[in-house]
């Protein structure tokens, strides 16, 4: 892939994957079931996919390789290297091609709110199957970046102008930021929170990256600054995802349509036009970057060749991509495969979090960039806390 001048890098690839249908369906709900009494815990996940990131970007400037990569070398002992390589697979791999089709049904949903019910489900999912095969078959590094810093910053503006129309009283969404608060029956939403936000996944589509953009360490400063801006952004639609949820506070909402539905009630066809272009863009995106990252952990795990293996790693993103191109246009949602990877994914981003936080402060591959006291600090605190939650999200406490 090509080297891109502009200030946005893979950061912005970080944005795109987390902003998918399952982080706006979770945002949509905490916003409408507890108003903004759940801002801080999106704020701590913001935090906490700032700290991940940066450290993830961080090695895969020094190390010049993924964090697949990474673990492929480091990890040791036949046993311990199965069990590991396991849980990515089927987390990463498997789980990605099974959200695939909550990508891919989720950019539907924004299809028809914008476009109508003229055509029927396959016809529009055929239309982003082929555009998505399109672009990751096609698409250098150039255009992919052009192509998510345009699409998020249209996202952005969907959802921000979304949440501007609610007229939100700026007093209570500052309390909710500020004032950890758990009402009842929210705590599964506060783990869904972070769980949509900080990915597995991403922390491996991000260090892989990274070689696209920058391969100097005097890059460094670029990278972190990236990091930070992207993350922000991805805050920032959170957020006012969670704010457009809260104006339906009260109301029985139990999905995306449904809300489509109140929000246009209440702020007519420029509020449903919005929201659906909102919902698109979420989805697609999601659909483009989940089979891309399942594709570059399989070639870091088993040290593909980018020149012969290559169609190892398009065999890779072709089959999560058509696997949930064909599971969303039966109709069919593998409800108890997506269960098993989200259970996986608990435990396996606390192991990866770990990991990388022990990776980053080994001297003899990052040399002078190790990690500081206070990022040591602030990262032991993002791991222990994700522990827990993982543990909750799991059933285990």
Not at 81 to 104: D, P, Q, R, T, W
Not at 334 to 347: D, H, M, R, Y
Not at 380 to 393: A, E, R, S, W
Request: hydrophobic fraction near 55%; aromatic fraction near 12%.
């Amino acid at each position: 892939m090509n080297k891109s001048g502009k200030i946005f890098g893979p950061g912005i690839l970080v944005t795109a994957a987390f902003i998918g249908p399952g982080t706006v369906t979770v945002c949509l709900l905490a916003g409408n079931k507890f108003s903004y009494s759940l801002l801080w815990a999106l704020f701590f996940a913001i935090v906490a996919t700032t700290v991940l990131q940066e450290m993830s970007a961080r090695l895969g400037l020094v190390t010049k390789a993924g964090l697949s990569e990474a673990i492929a070398k480091m990890v040791t002992g036949k046993w311990l290297k199965f069990i590991v390589f396991s849980m990515i697979i089927i987390g990463i791999l498997i789980g990605n091609a099974a959200y695939e089709a909550g990508n891919i049904s989720g950019t539907l949903i924004g299809i028809r709110l914008v476009a109508g019910n003229h055509m029927t489900d396959v016809f529009y999912n055929s239309i982003i199957y082929f555009l998505s095969f399109g672009l990751l078959f096609f698409g250098t590094y150039k255009i992919m970046e052009n192509f998510f810093i345009g699409i998020v910053g249209l996202m952005s503006i969907a959802f921000i102008a979304a949440a501007i129309l609610c007229k939100a009283d700026i007093f209570l969404i500052l309390k909710g930021f500020f004032s950890p608060t758990i009402p009842s029956g929210s705590i599964l939403t506060v783990v869904g929170l972070v769980g949509t936000t900080v990915v597995p996944y991403n922390l491996f589509l991000h260090a892989a990256m990274i070689k696209n953009k920058w391969n100097d360490i005097s890059d460094l400063k670029k990278v972190k600054k990236d990091t930070y801006i992207a993350i922000i952004i991805g805050g920032l639609i959170s957020a006012s995802i969670i704010i457009t949820g809260a104006s339906t506070f009260g109301n029985e909402i139990k999905g995306m349509n449904d809300l489509a539905l109140s929000f246009t009630d209440i702020y007519g066809v420029t509020g449903k036009y919005l929201f659906g272009f909102g919902i698109f863009a979420a989805g697609f995106t999601s659909t483009i970057t989940s089979p891309l990252a399942a594709s570059l952990v399989a070639k870091g795990l088993f040290g593909w060749n980018d020149n012969s293996d290559l169609y190892k790693t398009r065999l890779v993103w072709i089959s999560v991509l058509t696997i949930g191109f064909v599971f969303a246009s039966l109709g069919y949602k593998p409800i108890e495969i997506i269960k098993s990877a989200q259970f996986v994914n608990g435990l396996l981003l606390p192991l990866i979090a770990g990991f990388l936080l022990w990776a980053v402060n080994q001297k003899i591959i990052m040399k002078s960039n190790t990690n500081t006291i206070w990022q040591n600090i602030v990262g032991f605190t993002v791991l222990m806390i994700v522990i827990c939650l993982g543990l909750k999200g799991v059933g285990v406490i």
